[in-house]
Structure formats: C-alpha cells, structure tokens
C-alpha cells in the first residue's frame, strides 16, 4: 500500500510539472522573445525528477567530475555570468547548472532501471559509458554549491521578467522541492510560492514570453500545475495572447489557433469571450489591463 502511495504521489508530480511546462510545446512553431537568451529544452521538464539533490551530503554520492581547462571552467563561467548584472546572464548561469542536473539524473535514472526493463539504447549508453561521459562534461568543475545554488539566480531573473526564467522557477517547485504541491498544497508558504510564481509567469507573459502564455493557458484550462483551480475565460485569454504573439513574431496565423479558441470558448457568454480576447490582445501587445 505505501509503495502504491508512492507511486501515485510520483504520478501527481509528474503531471503538475507537464502542465508547467506545456507552453513549451504549445508555442514552439514560433520563435519567443526567449531565443535571444537560450534555447532550452523544454521536453526534460517532464522527464525529470520533482527533487534533485546533488550534494554529497544530500545523497551519499557527488556528480560526476570532469577536469576541463582554465579556459573551459564551467565554475569560472557561472560565477562571472552570475556577477556581470545581467539578469539574462543569471537565467544562463542557472542553465549552466540545470544542464548538469539533467544529465546527473539521466545517468541515474538509467542505471536505477533493472537491466531487463532498459531498453536497446539505453543498455548501449550505460555499456558505452556515454551516460557518464555526458554528465561530466555538463558538469564540468561546477561546485556542489554553485548547482544547489542555481535556483536564487533563477529566481532574480524572472524577478527581472527575462523570458523564460519564470517556467523553468515553476518547475523547480517551491525551494526546489516540486512534490510539495502535491504533499503539502494547504502549507502557507506553499500557496505564497504559487501566488507569487503566478505572478511572475503573468509578467513574463506581458514582456512578451509565448512559453508562459501558454503555460498560463493550460494551466487555467484544467485548474492544475501551480494555478488555484479552473478559470475558464484565463485559460482563453492567455490562450489568445499567445497566438498573437506568435502571429506577430512570425508575420502569419497558426493553423491551430482558431481551433483551440472555439474550444476553450465553449461553455461561455458572447461577453465572457469577448473580455478575455480583448485582455489576451492586450497582453499580446504588452499593454496594460
């Protein structure tokens, strides 16, 4: 029974961080403002796990180390990205970072699977020592406090609305522990993190950041991910601003903007629709309500 518990509070978290970061996938026919900062990869936000320690003292176990040249310091790199006061250069130092911890938990992840459940490819990887190759190179010299540190720079830059720093925040989950939307969803801080991460996204959104639209769109649509329950005409609103910011970044209509916007119209008055188009157009232009 415990183990079953286990498993469908996994099965939650995994579902709240896909919801986070579903504007991703809905926005990536069109470039955002967010490409001139990075281009991330949105699908290991699901594949990863809600908690990711990495210090020795956390888990009994370092990431791995690679030996890089002076020229090559990871470690150099993030501290002079985190001191340059940029907020876009703190987004990449905490990318630099992030990138260790995705590759830290493929390894692992790979390595948790029993043998006879790894599939062709992943035996070949784990043989070949390719896994491990990878996680040492995006690990580089980083520190142990310089990855569990990423997320107060992550933090300072969508603080500072730059594109994207507000859904990779969302998907860190509050102080990094995304589980506690599912464990601890009446916990005082939990909900001031949600309010405040809310807040951020809805910035972003109005600076421009079609991810966050999206995001705030799906995740008003079905009252999940980091949002307080359903709100039909948001969902339809950020929804709307989304396909014009993608209209008016690549000069041409979606194919499926018009579709998902009967759909989401569904179930509401002519006046509700027209409110939440004209809030959408709004943040679309980045103007205020």
């Given at each position: 029974?415990?183990?079953?518990k ?15 970061g ?13 490409v ?7 699908k ?46 703190k987004?990449k ?18 390595e948790?699977?029993?043998a ?41 830059a ?10 990779r ?22 909900l001031?993190?949600?309010r ?50 993608v ?43």
């Amino acid at each position: 029974m415990r183990q079953r518990k286990g498993l469908l509070a996994a099965c939650a978290v995994a579902a709240v961080a896909a919801i986070v970061g579903v504007g991703m996938h809905m926005s990536k026919e069109a470039p955002s403002s967010s490409v001139a900062v990075l281009q991330p990869a949105s699908k290991s936000v699901v594949a990863q796990s809600p908690v990711t320690p990495l210090s020795s003292a956390a888990t009994g176990n370092s990431h791995p180390r690679s030996t890089p040249s002076t020229s090559s310091s990871k470690s150099t790199e993030f501290n002079q990205l985190v001191n340059s006061g940029q907020p876009a250069d703190k987004l990449k130092a905490y990318m630099l970072a992030q990138m260790c911890v995705w590759a830290t938990e493929a390894q692992r992840s790979a390595e948790m699977t029993p043998a006879a459940e790894r599939s062709p490819e992943v035996r070949k990887q784990l043989d070949s020592g390719e896994f491990k190759a990878k996680a040492a190179a995006e690990c580089g010299d980083l520190s142990d406090q310089q990855i569990l540190g990423r997320r107060k720079y992550v933090q300072e830059a969508a603080e500072a609305g730059v594109p994207t720093a507000a859904l990779r925040l969302a998907e860190e989950g509050p102080f990094g522990d995304l589980s506690a939307l599912v464990n601890r969803p009446d916990d005082p801080a939990v909900l001031e993190w949600r309010r405040h991460t809310v807040d951020l996204l809805k910035l972003a959104a109005k600076k421009g950041d079609v991810d966050a639209m999206g995001s705030l769109s799906n995740m008003y649509a079905t009252g999940g991910g980091i949002i307080e329950g359903r709100d039909p005409v948001k969902a339809l609103e950020y929804n709307t601003a989304m396909w014009e910011a993608v209209k008016k970044a690549t000069g041409k209509e979606s194919a499926f903007a018009g579709q998902k916007i009967r759909e989401l119209s569904e179930g509401l008055t002519a006046e509700q629709i027209e409110a939440a188009k004209k809030a959408g157009h709004m943040i679309a232009m980045g103007e205020d309500k």
